[in-house]
């Protein structure tokens, strides 16, 4: 199926309007549902991509001149260049078509968010691709819709992409290229046609989804949302990033976390001088390895299976070094076994250290999940559970619903969040307290 033939009717049904799995009046066996189109050519083709100033002045134009929302999507080169920049931009809105926009040629994208204005953004995880967007310019002037989150909100199984689109377009849509290394230039036409393909039915899937969220009451609480997506600020630096490396579970002492982390830095200035992924240069596995066997020589390096590659032997040299600094770090620099904890502890151990908050939590928690099963919303999307911890482990005094709804305001929960659950919250925990005490 391509774009420019009818799509199904909305909801994603299997032709003749039979439900999967009915019998037939006969009493023979079911017959398999019908296979959905899949959505393989862009309507309007595959357009060039606009990759000089001159190309980039007449998208700018042809945005201005379209009507209604825009959609929006990025792909990034992870696993393969360093960061989370954006590598290819698609856009697609009524009477403009599809753009295809390449960010590494055309670093500056701003002409486009000054010729979009006002209009309202749809992207799909939108919270994936802001900010590699907003490197290059691309910042949202007005409404925000997000289809995975409102996919979510509106109580569906499954929220990526392809599985919405069969729910509520009744088609399918291939995903073949989206682990490609989109730094590639130039793109594969195929790979361009998968990027196309990507916003062709964004547009089209806000409008069945809007309505799905009107009808269940929730449309008003998904604006909140996405409009919290939206202003959402810049993630700040990570504390000792090094910490999340894999396996570090494995590693003991503090002399081993040094050689860690003076890997793990030697790694990052090496993979951000070539421009490439850190885990293609040195695995999170060798880190590890390393700093559990803490070779001392070339030869004792290279015995270790996950260094014995050609790269990683010629590399020895800058590998060692790092090793070498940790192992000499004087002992006051040696980085602690753990971190501060910034927040409450693991709710596993409030039962001895805090028994009424142990019996709040508890009591909390069944007030969300009865209100996620009530209203068919993740437990995660009707409250975030850090703030429930949290709120619960130093809980507002007096315990009454407008100081928890002040908590949970102040917290970062949104008024719909606090209007459904301010009150119960406040009740189930007076509650439990009492009877701990």
């Known amino acids: 199926m391509t774009a420019s033939q009818p799509l199904p009717a909305a909801g994603g049904g299997p032709p003749g309007g039979e439900t999967p799995g ?10 398999a549902p019908a296979p959905l189109p899949v959505l393989t050519e862009p309507a309007d083709g595959v357009p060039d991509v606009v990759a000089d100033p001159a190309a980039l ?18 792909e ?7 960061g989370q920049r954006a590598f290819l931009v698609q856009l697609r809105r009524a009477g403009t078509g599809t753009l295809l926009v390449d960010p590494d040629a055309l670093p500056d994208l701003s002409a486009l968010t000054a010729a979009m204005g006002g209009a309202e953004w749809v992207l799909h995880a939108a919270g994936q691709d802001l900010p590699c967007l907003a490197e290059v310019g691309l910042r949202p002037g007005g409404r925000l819709v997000d289809t995975e989150l409102g996919a979510r909100l509106a109580g569906f199984p499954k929220v990526g992409l392809a599985a919405v689109l069969q729910r509520l377009l009744g088609v399918d849509l291939a995903k073949e290229h989206s682990a490609v ?20 039915l964004l547009l089209p899937l806000r409008e069945e989804l809007l309505a799905v969220l009107e009808e269940q009451g929730k449309l008003a609480w ?5 409009d919290a997506v939206r202003d959402a600020p810049p993630a700040p630096p990570r504390t000792d990033p090094w910490r999340r490396t894999s396996g570090l579970h494995a590693i003991r002492t503090r002399r081993q976390l040094a050689v860690v982390r003076e890997l793990w830095e030697e790694r990052e200035r090496l993979a951000q001088r070539r421009d490439t992924s850190p885990g293609r240069l040195l695995p999170d596995r060798a ?8 070779p001392t020589t070339p030869a004792a390096l290279a015995a270790l299976p996950v260094f ?3 790269a990683n032997r010629r590399r020895a040299a800058t590998w060692l070094e790092a090793i070498r600094r940790g192992q000499a770090m004087p002992e006051r620099d040696l980085p602690p076994t753990s971190t501060p904890a910034t927040g409450p502890p693991p709710p596993r151990t409030w039962k001895d250290r805090d028994p009424a908050a142990a019996a709040r939590l508890a009591a909390a928690r069944e007030v969300v999940t009865a209100r996620s099963e009530e209203l068919d919303v993740p437990v995660e999307n009707l409250l975030q559970p850090d703030l429930l911890r949290r709120t619960c482990w130093e809980p507002p005094q ?5 100081a928890v709804a002040a908590a949970l305001a102040a917290g970062g929960a949104r008024s719909w969040q606090v209007h459904l659950l301010a009150g119960p919250l406040a009740g189930a925990m007076a509650a439990a307290t009492a009877d701990a005490g």
């Open 22 to 31: 009915s019998d037939p009046v006969d009493g023979s066996a079911p017959e």
């Open 57 to 74: 002045a007449d998208a700018a134009a042809r945005l201005a001149a379209g009507t209604g929302p825009v959609a929006v999507d990025a």
């Open 76 to 82: 990034r080169a992870s696993g393969y260049r360093y």
């Open 181 to 200: 290394d989109w730094s590639t230039r130039p793109l594969p036409e195929p790979w361009l046609r998968y990027a196309a393909l990507d916003v062709e």
């Open 222 to 226: 998904a604006r909140e949302e996405f």
């Open 287 to 294: 880190v590890v390895a390393a700093a559990a066997a803490m």
């Open 308 to 310: 014995s590659g050609p």
């Open 398 to 402: 007096p315990l009454e619903e407008g």
